[in-house]
């Protein structure tokens, strides 16, 4: 259960405010994309996203933008929210997280993995020693793995919902 546990679960992205990430000390962000930040394949991000990494940018911390993804789909994405981007990431492993921590100015202290899968977003974060924040899925989802991944999900998020 332990690494497939994150450090805070919230129900939406713009729910992680400037406070939390003092309080976890965190100074760089590696975001998922798809079910994070907008519909799969949706070139428009849910509302109030472009405001929130605004937001949390002005407040010092540094944002990559991390997907398992294709380049043709997360790089047009990542140039309209105006941030850096590691497409096909291979999460649950590690290579995508050092690829985009090596695009930070600065090494970073403290990173934190946003995003919405367990097996994937959560997984990695724990197996690279970052911490993590999992969100709950927004868009209906198509396809065997991420319906065999969901129903995987299942018993750890009501778990978590009961602590
Ligand atoms: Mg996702």
Same mark, same amino acid.
């Given at each position: 259960?332990?690494? #497939?546990?994150?450090?805070?679960? #919230?129900?939406?992205?713009?729910?992680?405010?400037?406070? #939390?990430?003092? &309080?976890?000390?965190?100074?760089? +962000?590696? *975001?998922?994309?798809?079910?994070? #930040?907008?519909?799969?394949?949706?070139? +428009?991000?849910?509302?109030? %996203? &472009? &405001?929130? +990494?605004?937001? +949390? /940018?002005?407040? =010092?911390?540094?944002?990559?933008?991390?997907?398992?993804?294709?380049?043709? /789909? %997360?790089?047009?994405? !990542?140039?309209?929210?105006?941030?850096?981007?590691?497409?096909? !990431?291979?999460?649950?492993?590690?290579?995508?997280?050092? /690829?985009?921590? /090596?695009?930070?100015?600065? &090494?970073?202290?403290?990173? *934190?993995?946003? =995003?919405?899968?367990?097996? @994937?977003?959560?997984?990695?974060?724990?197996?690279?020693?970052?911490?993590? %924040?999992?969100?709950?899925?927004? !868009?209906?989802?198509? =396809?065997? @793995?991420?319906?065999?991944?969901?129903?995987?999900?299942?018993?750890?998020?009501?778990?978590?919902?009961?602590?």
């Amino acid at each position: 259960m332990s690494l #497939l546990k994150p450090t805070v679960s #919230l129900k939406n992205v713009t729910d992680i405010t400037p406070e #939390l990430l003092q &309080q976890l000390q965190i100074d760089a +962000i590696l *975001l998922d994309v798809d079910n994070t #930040l907008a519909p799969p394949t949706s070139h +428009i991000p849910y509302e109030g %996203v &472009q &405001q929130w +990494i605004d937001c +949390i /940018r002005q407040s =010092g911390i540094h944002i990559v933008i991390c997907s398992n993804n294709y380049q043709k /789909r %997360v790089k047009p994405f !990542s140039d309209s929210v105006g941030l850096d981007c590691v497409a096909m !990431s291979l999460k649950p492993f590690p290579f995508g997280f050092n /690829r985009a921590k /090596r695009k930070l100015k600065e &090494q970073p202290k403290s990173v *934190l993995v946003v =995003g919405d899968q367990i097996y @994937t977003d959560v997984l990695g974060a724990n197996l690279a020693g970052m911490q993590s %924040v999992l969100l709950e899925p927004r !868009s209906e989802e198509h =396809g065997f @793995t991420i319906w065999l991944r969901r129903k995987m999900e299942v018993g750890i998020r009501k778990k978590l919902n009961r602590q």
